[in-house]
């Protein structure tokens, strides 16, 4: 396939039915500002990209990320990488004693940054250290679940605000992750309200759905309410709606999380060491009910 803006030739593999795309034949680390301008628009056609691969230092990382968007600081800056405050750590590995990075973060359904006021945009993994077996990442396709709704049950949830928390998430988190909320993370992350339903530029809705920050669906008793989430996302997180991203040494996993949810897998960390980069990428103009 040739990148029209670039010239540039790069092999597109789709995945799914307009879900996302898998490009081969690419060297973000000496890609022209054009080339990743190309790949970015590649990536807005969809909800997710694989790039295979890649090589790259925490600078050309970084560059390849603010291609695609606004960089953003993340809200548990003790695990971003040293000088690097948009560059978070997932890994299970240690130095002098100390975990380097979250271990056993992100195991349940959800969307990152749905505490924010201002949703994250986009999500983009670089896997420099991986399991050779376990530590999947799988996304679903909000949208595509969304329409396989029957219709009198798209129309019972289609109003629906739902209050978000950071606190109610860190709280829901994996008591192996080590996460301790600070008065001062707690304060610049205080609870927001989204939609349950987002209607996209092209005019087509999907759900916007994350287990571990919900705290309730306004209008709802708040136990009724996140059992309605968990049916939902039940639903949303069927194998018909789902990629499996097995993964490499040098992948780039890049989604969209107002379109997709996601989970970690499971591996052994007893026998295997993981080391993974993650930027994010800040929401611009709200979500649209």
Known sequence: MSDTATGTRFHVTPIGDGFGAEVAGLDLATASDAELAGIAALYRKGSVMVIRGQSLTPDQLTRFGAALGPLEDHTREQFTLPGYPTIYILSNKEVDGRRIGVHRDGMGWHTDGSYL????????????ET?????????????????????????????????????????????????????????????????????????????????????????????????????????????????????????????NNRYTMHRATDYDDTRYERLVYRLWISGQGGLAA
């Open 117 to 128: 006021r201002e949703p994250l945009d986009t999500t983009v993994l670089y896997a420099l």
């Open 131 to 255: 399991p050779p077996e376990g530590a999947d990442t799988l996304l679903a396709d909000m949208r595509a679940a969304f329409e396989a709704l029957p219709e009198a049950e798209r129309a019972a949830i289609e109003d629906k605000q739902v209050l978000h928390s950071f606190v109610h998430l860190i709280g829901q988190l994996d008591p192996q992750a080590r996460s301790v909320v600070t008065a001062e993370q707690a304060e610049r992350a205080p609870d927001v309200v989204h939609p349950l339903v987002l209607t996209r530029p092209d005019g087509s809705r999907n759900f916007y759905l994350s287990s571990g920050s919900t705290r309730e669906i306004l209008g709802e008793e708040p136990d009724a309410g996140r059992q309605r989430v968990r049916d939902l996302i039940a639903h949303a997180t069927q194998d018909r709606f789902v990629y499996r991203h097995k993964w490499q040494a040098g992948d780039i996993l890049v989604w």
